[in-house]
T-cell receptor
Framework: ETGVTQTPRHLVMGMTNKKSLKCEQH?????MYWYKQSAKKPLELMFV???????ENNSVPSRFSPECPNSSHLFLHLHTLQPEDSALYLC??????????????FGPGTRLTVL | RKEVEQDPGPFNVPEGATVAFNCTYS??????FFWYRQDCRKEPKLLMS???SGNEDGRFTAQLNRASQYISLLIRDSKLSDSATYLC???????????FGRGTSLIVHP
């Protein structure tokens, strides 16, 4: 399935590096999400965008910076991360936030390791 | 109280067994309910929506109990390939963002 793609799939970075995660959805959806999933922990919602406007910022540290240039693309810019930020970062999209019946489609994730 | 609660398991069952998971939710105004499946090191994928009257998809049956605020997933004739984490998701009722449970791990062994 290629509805939601994420690059890179794997990333290893040092604490002083700056990197960006990219997500692209080909489903014509209006809402996009970033989640963090650490080992043996539940999904943690990070950011939500609706029609390119950020509608949720779930107390995420400023070393994570999202960007949504258009409704098909979502980025997560990373800088001065900590080892505890190592996790699987999942992007998702859904048709419309206003629809409670909306279902989410996830990308394959970026597995991030911070050394 | 957590918004969406699930027993993390793992549920360890033999092939062919019937297994059921429950998920409770705290927002009585919630309107939409789903089960997602997540395989090891993969992304979550929608398994099925849960309708008020209950619904079935092959070996999988989902039920909603609004009075007690829980949903359930029943898997009959378990297969090895059913081994995964099953995530309960609740939406609506003033929140426009789906709320995920922590997931229930199922291991089906030969």
């Amino acid at each position: 399935e290629t509805g939601v793609t994420q690059t890179p799939r794997h990333l290893v970075m040092g604490m002083t590096n700056k990197k960006s995660l990219k997500c692209e959805q080909h489903l014509g959806h209006n809402a996009m999400y970033w989640y963090k999933q650490s080992a043996k922990k539940p999904l943690e919602l990070m950011f939500v965008y609706s029609l390119e406007e950020r509608v949720e910022n779930n107390s995420v540290p400023s070393r994570f910076s999202p960007e949504c240039p258009n409704s098909s693309h979502l980025f997560l810019h990373l800088h001065t991360l900590q080892p505890e930020d190592s996790a699987l970062y999942l992007c998702a999209s859904s048709q419309d936030l206003a629809l409670s019946t909306d279902t989410q489609y996830f990308g394959p994730g970026t597995r991030l390791t911070v050394l | 109280r957590k918004e969406v609660e699930q027993d993390p398991g793992p549920f360890n069952v033999p092939e062919g067994a019937t297994v059921a998971f429950n998920c409770t939710y705290s927002n009585s105004a919630s309107q939409s309910f789903f089960w997602y499946r997540q395989d090891c090191r993969k992304e979550p994928k929608l398994l099925m929506s849960v309708y008020s009257s209950g619904n079935e998809d092959g070996r999988f049956t989902a039920q909603l109990n609004r009075a007690s605020q829980y949903i359930s997933l029943l898997i009959r004739d378990s297969k090895l390939s059913d081994s995964a984490t099953y995530l309960c998701v609740v939406n609506g009722g003033g929140s426009y963002i789906p709320t995920f449970g922590r997931g229930t791990s199922l291991i089906v062994h030969p």
